[in-house]
């Protein structure tokens, strides 16, 4: 909108596009209402399909509100021509509408109009627009420079194609695409127009299916069942895929919920297809109904003639045949107006022509269930083997998709296999993020007489919680109940290892660490090994967290347990990947790499979304600590697109990230970790407040903790030290409400210290001296090497915020050393560029030099383009001459005065630099720039640049 205004004030005309439904209409009629508010006289016509035969109708419409006095103004051949083409009076002649006299009066018309104010001439669906109207607008649109005469038109556009009505506006007109909605605002949308909540599930599914466009979004939340359950559509065409909740129950796919809306299934797509001839809607059908469809598979199943009927409908604008024979309808929603509009028998005969053409599996077993809706036990067997291999694939829409139907196919004779398939399916549909069908299912199951069965729904009542296990007490208490009950160990372990979680999320370590050693002592007296090894691993782990020296054996015991057992498998994949966040303590990198890459390699295949979403989670953060910050955002990206595949939604938005973390606090924690070395600063800032925000609501304290290091260590790098210690602050409080101890878990304690270095003050300072020696000596006990190099340099800027130059330089010189020999190059940067500051401050200027040059070609050479510019502040904030008048200095009590980003900009502003001057060289916002100088001249007691140029210089 903002655009498209800014636009009117420059060009002589706005032409919106983009594809049907997205969103044109709306937009005029707001561009409208503004241009009538500021006084803009709005002549405006609206063409429909329907009228496009009957000749000047266009016309009629845009000059409506034009008094028939104005027309007797006119030159005398001319109104009598436009009075004949408007209807107006007198007999039109065919030679009259015919030349040039209805192009000039409405041309003059116009000019005189403009003449009294500005006109906009609004003509919503140009393409619809008879031929003598358009001849008019053409004429005149060639000839309205120079007036205050703008025309506002809109056309739609398919991806990919130009405007074919671009010269009836004038020269020079904006072209302006109507983007997509976000997640966010569709979700917003939906919960509008429906009158009330729906599953999350059923948003996702059509925030996937409509690409972002409105109009789309709100046909398809036509043609929800009459339960509000997700609908059956699959990723691209609109056909019987993704739903589940009615696949499990046993309905049949499909089903347009009439009664809510009132209106025809599929709305104003319905009536297009009741236009089309047989062979054509047979065609289509075909489309809907394949998951992938391709020429060569529609032909095989349809026979030569679709191809012609499909290239018909792709010149109608239908559907798009790409290049390598992919077929895609141009509308989400108009693929499930013709799975919807077809009977139950045509839908049948199409999935049963399909089947007999597809070569692959998993399809041709989805097709052959949705052919028979029948109850049939080879049937439901081979969709439960495609179902596992489907989710081998890392297709989990897929194979909770073909579970469920396996559930609705098993004969009722057969009751325990049922049940036990209703249980994979509810697991599956967790695996795709189908929760509330999986919530649902697993609820039903509840009410079985086995006890056994009712704790292994409880499990699934636990997947789905997610993060949000802090909630789910009572369900874990009732399951520990029940499966005392059943007098089963090994269920009462597997509800142990659920309960360590929880407690390991909400921070009670201690409570934790008891649930996995219960769970561990269960699972083996039940002979249940792998339940005893998901415990050890588990219980390791909080050992690490805790400093506890056992952590190592524990880990070792754990996979022991798995090979006296012959766990060889993809059950492994927790320990191992432990196992490789124990090198990533220790800082051993390149074992804690080889080990992740080793799983995923030893693993293809066979790994879940989640397992691999975990593994890669793991992956991006060892490549941060290496440095290696090309491969960082890689694996993060990665992570971002599987965490969106699996809720089954595209990553849209701005930053590319889109909506891929509303409900994933590990999710955003990687991204912004990853950005905040190899990308962007502010973008890591926006993904690390997300993620928080997330993790905070779910009560999530693990993960919300994980968050607030990496925003701490933005808002540090941004030259923002008290946003950075609030952050960090509450990370701290929340690590040491855990009892996590070991500081080689995060490895960030040493930017709170800095943080409250730049903050100043005597209490900052103390708090500072305090945390360091309290990390200090952990790290010590603990070996962590890397760690004590980071704090050395954190000391050493305390040390020199009290002008204790020796005793910093002697700090440095061992955190550089230290550093470089445990290959962290990144934190080796930032002590180099310590040092160089402090080189500069003793006038070595030579050894500044060398360590700042130093500094700046790690960051070059490992690709961390978020530091640069904070290293170069670093770097340049000890500068001499008149930097003098700025220099961080300290008062008799020790308080500081000036930080070194704040040393930069004062002596930029005492140079005579403008705030924007100083924003460029200091690569920071002009806003931060006006902060800085309010905090600079609070702490020198100047009040304006000329005394700042004049403070003395010690």
């Known amino acids: 909108m903002n655009r498209a205004v800014e636009a009117m004030r420059e060009a002589p005309g706005v032409l919106l596009l983009g594809p049907p439904r997205i969103g044109r209409s709306r937009l005029l009629e707001q561009l409208v209402a503004h241009g009538q508010a500021i006084g803009v006289r709005v002549l405006r016509c609206s063409p429909v399909a329907a009228e496009q035969a009957l000749p000047f109708m266009g016309l009629i419409d845009l000059l409506e509100d034009v008094d028939d006095e104005v027309l007797d103004r006119l030159p005398a051949g001319q109104g009598d021509a436009l009075r004949a083409a408007l209807l107006r009076g007198g007999q039109p002649d065919a030679g009259q509408l015919g030349d040039a006299r209805v192009p000039l009066a409405v041309l003059t018309l116009l000019r005189r109009l403009a003449d009294q104010g500005p006109v906009w001439l609004v003509v919503d669906d140009l393409h619809w627009v008879d031929e003598p109207t358009a001849r008019v607008l053409g004429f005149v649109a060639r000839r309205i420079g120079g007036t205050l005469l703008r025309l506002v038109a809109s056309e739609p556009v398919a991806a990919g194609r130009g405007p074919a009505f671009a010269p009836l506006c004038p020269p020079g007109t904006a072209r302006l695409t109507v983007p997509p909605l976000t997640p966010a605002e569709l979700a917003v949308l939906l919960a509008e127009h429906a009158g009330q909540s729906l599953p999350s599930a059923t948003v996702r599914e059509i925030t996937r299916a409509a690409r972002g466009n409105p109009g789309d979004a709100l046909e398809l939340l036509r043609t929800l069942p009459p339960d509000g359950a997700p609908f059956n559509a699959p990723p691209t065409n609109g056909g019987p895929s993704g739903g589940l909740s009615g696949w499990v129950h046993g309905d049949p796919p499909g089903g347009p919920n009439r009664a809510a809306t009132g209106e025809p299934p599929g709305g104003h797509h319905a009536e297009l297809l009741r236009t089309l001839p047989e062979p054509a809607r047979e065609a289509l059908l075909l489309v809907s109904a394949a998951a992938r469809p391709d020429l060569t598979l529609l032909a095989t199943a349809g026979g030569p003639s679709v191809t012609v009927e499909l290239e018909t409908a792709e010149r109608l604008g239908i559907l798009r045949i790409a290049p390598d024979g992919q077929v895609a309808f141009d509308s989400p929603a108009l693929g499930r107006a013709v799975y919807a509009e077809a009977g139950g028998r045509s839908r049948r005969a199409a999935h049963t022509r399909l089947a007999a053409a597809e070569t692959e599996p998993v399809e041709r077993a989805r097709h052959r269930a949705l052919a028979n809706p029948a109850r049939d036990e080879e049937v439901a067997r081979s969709l439960m083997t495609a179902a596992a291999t489907a989710r081998r694939r890392s297709a989990p829409g897929t194979a909770a998709e073909l579970a469920a139907l396996a559930v609705a196919r098993t004969p009722v004779e057969q009751p325990e296999l049922r049940t036990e398939r209703r249980l994979t399916a509810a697991d599956y549909a967790v695996d795709a993020g189908h929760r509330d069908a999986a919530r649902a299912e697993a609820q039903a199951l509840l009410e079985e007489p086995d006890p056994e069965v009712r704790v292994r729904a409880r499990l699934v009542l636990l997947r789905c919680a997610g993060q949000s296990l802090e909630h789910e007490g009572g369900l874990i208490q009732d399951g520990l109940a029940e499966a005392a009950a059943a ?39 039940a002979n249940r090994p792998e339940t005893q090894l998901e415990a050890l691993t588990t219980l390791a782990y909080l050992r690490r967290l805790g400093g506890d020296p056992r952590a190592e054996s524990t880990l070792a015991l754990a996979l022991e347990t798995a090979r006296a057992n012959g766990i060889d498998d993809v059950r492994l994949r927790e320990a191992l990947m432990t196992e490789a966040v124990f090198h ?145 602050r509450k990370a701290l409080e929340i690590e040491r409400a855990m009892g996590i101890v070991d500081p080689g878990v995060g490895r960030w304690h040493a930017d709170l210290v800095e943080a409250l270095v730049c903050q100043g003050g005597r209490a900052a300072l103390d708090e500072a001296r305090a945390l360091l020696d309290q990390v200090t000596e952990a790290a010590r006990r603990l ?102 008048a700025a220099r961080q200095s300290a008062d008799a009590s020790g308080a500081v005065l000036l930080t070194p980003s704040e040393q930069r900009i004062a002596a930029l502003a005492a140079d005579g ?25 609070r702490k020198l007691g100047v009040r304006s640049r000329t005394e700042l140029a004049k403070a003395p210089t010690d």
């Open 783 to 884: 070996d962590r090497e890397a760690v004590l190099g980071c704090l050395e340099r954190a000391e050493a800027l305390w040390h020199l915020a009290r002008d204790e130059h020796a005793e910093a330089a002697a700090l440095l010189e061992r955190a550089v050393a230290r550093l470089r020999s445990e290959g962290v190059p990144l934190e080796l940067a930032r002590a180099l560029a310590a040092q160089a500051q402090l080189e500069r401050r003793r006038r070595r200027q030579g050894a500044a030099r060398s360590a700042a040059d130093e500094a700046l070609r790690i960051c070059q050479d490992t690709g961390a383009a978020a530091w640069l510019g904070p290293i170069k502040r670093r770097i340049q904030g000890g500068g001499g001459g008149r930097a003098g």
């Open 487 to 525: 007098g089963s160990p090994g269920l009462e372990a597997r509800l142990r290892c659920w309960q360590a979680n929880r407690d390991l999320l909400a921070g009670r370590l201690d409570q934790a660490e008891a649930a996995a050693g219960r769970a561990a002592d269960l699972a083996a007296a």
């Open 913 to 937: 630099a403008t705030n924007r001057e100083i924003a460029a060289a200091c690569f920071i916002s002009v806003k931060t720039v006006e902060a800085s100088l309010s905090r600079v001249y």
């Open 584 to 728: 990533l303590h220790a800082n051993r990198l390149a074992a804690a790499e080889s080990s992740l890459l080793e799983l995923l390699r030893r693993f293809t295949g066979q790994l879940g979304m989640e397992e691999l979403i975990d593994v890669t989670i793991q992956l991006a953060g060892v490549r941060i600590r290496a440095a290696d910050c090309a491969g960082a955002l890689r694996a993060a990206r990665q992570v971002a697109a599987l965490h969106a595949r699996r809720l089954g939604v595209e990553q849209s938005g701005e930053d590319g990230y889109g909506a891929a973390f509303e409900e994933a606090g590990p999710v955003a924690y990687v991204t912004a970790a990853a950005e905040s070395v190899g990308g962007s600063l502010e973008l890591a800032r926006r993904l690390a407040q997300r993620g928080a925000r997330t993790a905070e609501r779910e009560g999530d304290r693990f993960w919300l903790l994980w968050n607030l290091t990496v925003l701490g260590r933005v808002h540090l790098m941004g030259d923002e030290p008290e946003a950075a210690v609030r952050a960090l």
